[in-house]
């Protein structure tokens, strides 16, 4: 046999020929490059393993995949952009009593985690404003030209047309929800003005916009949205929580699980504004009634959700209670009070003969009002002069037959169903009333303590009026504290001290109460809960359907992995394990023909192997 010759390959230097017996021993690796090689291939196995393992936990768990994070959350800088294709766009038109407000939301695309909300902002502008429009009166007032509906609300649409992109109007959802102004409406009013809009909007405007999508929405759902908005700014619906942080152990509505969710706490919100007073919570917990009648009424005060986009997952499923109080405003409730002082003092008056608050000379005593700040209430008629003695605690005790409270469980004001408030492990935010009127004049707006507001309270009673208009007049109060705030503090204060304490039964202990106007320094309209409400199931066009999937059933989850990555894996392995082995089988069949040669018989294989330049190991 001839000699192979390979100085086309190697430089001068590297000159050397093999016969063919030699030529195995160079092209078969040894043990230490087989494990090399076999490392090699194992890792990369592993990474490809590990790529998919990440990508599969993320759709299973819920926690947040690292390569999506870019998409998952809208910047300071993203809200002002209409150029960036990856913005979504949603409009919600406030119909209130007073006027409209249209707000304009943006968000990105959603980041594929069916366990995550999208991360829904309010628009900005260039000058770094929020973008939103207000018109009055409100919509109730064209109860009788309900065919005006549309024209009113152009000047906002119009507005809002102006900032979402025109590419994107048709994907941008529209909402147009009503409320107290045109609930009070009789419904055939409601529904006329309502179809008007339903209409005429689709044909001047090329948003998403659907019948359902334009409604009067009731008292529990504007509370369930505010529950819902403060919420989502808060950041309470990220259950990823750290050590130290609040949480509480949920029993989620309708869930067939046994074990507890343990997940952030969640926020209650108190809301006085001048005609009702509000309060929502997350109810963590099975209720139970005293009665059937109780469950019956519960019923329309306790709401279950889902805010995630897939009914399967219960991460965010919640059980809120809602309710709305009327008359329990605090100028409705000086109302019903004036209301009570002219018919009582009328009645007595009759009854004993007196003249009691007929004349300036002969006032009525009210410890409601600053000291001795004069007041005249009610119609000519039965005009009544009132000056006041300023007595906190006695206010406090006179307003308390207005909460109509009862003696039954689980009530508060006017006797409603209240469920069991943990308040040990529990949060509160007070807006509105709540706010102003510890802020506005005591000056005491933040974290709340009942002993420190009820001194300064007393001792803003007792204050006489003239010096209280003294400090007014040298801007000692708040800006936008007017002459109606300083003559009526003292019995609001009175009115939010007994709704919170008596109608509310927060105990005088409590210190986990925020009274706020903005959270996160932002104003948080209910609008904002609506739409991530009614935007939830947006998500599932950027969620793999294998995500889903897996996220119905572990089982499942468990057997599409081991059929579409741990079977590849086998595979895998088994195909190595065969080259290793077949590699070895050369190895064993090179030394065996070696061993039937001699050096004397094979001089030419010394020789192959003699240069220097090109070890060769055995």
């Given at each position: 046999?001839?000699r192979?010759?390979?100085s086309?390959?190697f ?12 030529l195995?021993r ?5 043990l230490?490059?087989l494990?090399?090689?076999s490392?090699?291939l194992?890792?990369i ?8 393992a ?5 759709s ?7 390569f999506?994070?870019?998409l998952a959350r809208?910047t300071?800088?993203d ?14 038109v ?19 985690n069916?366990?995550e ?6 628009m ?13 009166p ?15 609300i ?6 809002a047309a102006?900032?979402?992109p ?5 994907e ?35 948003f ?5 999508h ?7 759902q504007?509370g369930?949205y505010?529950?819902?908005?403060i919420n989502?700014?808060l ?16 029993h ?8 507890a ?7 209650g919100?108190?809301d006085?504004?001048g ?13 139970s ?8 009424v ?11 986009c897939?009914?399967?997952?219960t ?11 009327l ?10 009070y004036?209301?009570s002082?002219i018919?009582?003092?009328a009645?007595r ?5 007196e003249?009691v608050?007929?004349?300036?000379e ?8 600053p ?5 005249e209430i ?31 469980t ?7 169903y ?7 492990n529990?949060q ?10 510890m ?5 005491m ?12 309270a007393?001792g ?13 007049d ?6 936008h ?5 300083l ?37 948080v309209q209910?609008?904002l ?5 009614r ?10 359907q294998?995500?889903?999937k897996?996220?119905h059933s ?10 579409n990555?741990?079977?590849?894996l086998?595979?895998f ?6 080259i290793?082995l ?18 004397s ?11 220097p330049?090109?070890?060769v190991?055995?």
């Amino acid at each position: 046999m001839g000699r192979i010759g390979f100085s086309c390959l190697f430089p001068a230097s590297w000159h050397f020929s093999l016969s063919p017996q030699a030529l195995p021993r160079l092209l078969i690796p040894s043990l230490r490059q087989l494990l090399f090689i076999s490392l090699v291939l194992c890792l990369i196995g592993l990474f490809y393993m590990l790529l998919i393992a990440m990508k599969t936990h993320t759709s299973w768990t819920g926690e947040e995949n690292p390569f999506h994070r870019h998409l998952a959350r809208v910047t300071d800088l993203d809200e002002t952009d209409t150029s960036n294709p990856n913005l979504n766009y949603g409009l919600v038109v406030d119909c209130g009593s007073s006027g409209s407000r249209v707000f304009v939301y943006c968000w990105p695309r959603h980041n594929g985690n069916p366990r995550e909300l999208l991360d829904i902002r309010q628009m900005r502008d260039q000058n770094r404003k929020p973008v939103v429009m207000k018109i009055k009166p409100g919509i109730a007032e064209l109860a009788k030209t309900p065919e005006k509906a549309s024209d009113y609300i152009d000047p906002l649409l119009s507005f809002a047309a102006k900032h979402v992109p025109k590419h994107k109007h048709q994907e941008t959802p529209l909402y147009i929800l009503c409320t107290a102004g045109m609930r009070i409406l009789p419904e055939s009013q409601q529904e006329a003005i309502l179809e008007d809009l339903r209409t005429d909007i689709p044909v001047h405007f090329n948003f998403l916009f659907s019948d359902s999508h334009v409604e009067v929405i009731s008292g529990k759902q504007e509370g369930v949205y505010a529950w819902i908005g403060i919420n989502y700014v808060l950041g309470r619906f990220n259950h990823e929580h750290k050590d130290g942080e609040a949480v509480v152990e949920v029993h989620v509505p309708g869930s067939d699980q046994q074990e507890a969710l343990m997940r952030k706490r969640t926020a209650g919100v108190l809301d006085m504004g001048g005609v009702s007073t509000q309060i929502a919570y997350e109810v963590p917990n099975t209720v139970s009634f005293a009665s059937p009648q109780q469950e019956e009424v519960a019923k329309n005060l306790l709401a279950e959700f889902n805010l995630g986009c897939d009914a399967h997952v219960t991460d965010h499923v919640y059980r809120v209670y809602v309710s709305t109080f009327l008359g329990f405003g605090g100028n409705a409730a000086r109302q019903r009070y004036e209301e009570s002082l002219i018919r009582n003092t009328a009645a007595r008056n009759k009854l004993l003969g007196e003249h009691v608050g007929e004349t300036v000379e002969s006032p009525l005593l009210d410890p409601c009002l600053p000291s001795d700040l004069q007041d005249e209430i009610g119609p000519p008629t039965q005009r009544l002069h009132l000056r006041g003695t300023g007595d906190f605690d006695e206010c406090r005790q006179i307003l308390q037959p207005f909460l109509n409270r009862t003696n039954d469980t689980q009530t508060s004001l006017s006797g409603i169903y209240q469920p069991a408030i943990d308040y040990s492990n529990s949060q509160f935010y007070g807006f509105s009333e709540f706010y102003y009127c510890m802020e506005d004049v005591l000056r005491m707006g933040g974290d709340y303590n009942a002993s420190k507001y009820a001194q300064a309270a007393k001792g803003y009673c007792a204050t006489q009026w003239k010096t209280l208009k003294e400090r007014f007049d040298s801007g000692l109060y708040a800006s936008h504290a007017d002459f109606h705030r300083l003559k009526y503090q003292c019995f609001k204060s009175a009115w939010t001290y007994e709704v919170l304490h008596t109608g509310f039964s927060f105990p005088t202990t409590y210190k986990n109460l925020k009274t706020a106007l903005l959270v996160y320094d932002k104003e948080v309209q209910w609008t904002l809960g609506a739409i991530l409400y009614r935007t939830r199931f947006l998500p599932l066009r950027d969620i793999p359907q294998e995500s889903l999937k897996g996220a119905h059933s572990h089982w499942r989850h468990n057997f599409s992995f081991v059929n579409n990555h741990y079977l590849f894996l086998v595979c895998f392995f088994i195909v190595l394990l065969s080259i290793i082995l077949y590699l070895l089988r050369l190895r064993r069949i090179h030394r065996r023909v070696a061993q039937r040669y001699t050096p004397s018989s094979v001089p030419w294989l010394e020789e192959g192997l003699g240069s220097p330049s090109l070890p060769v190991d055995l």
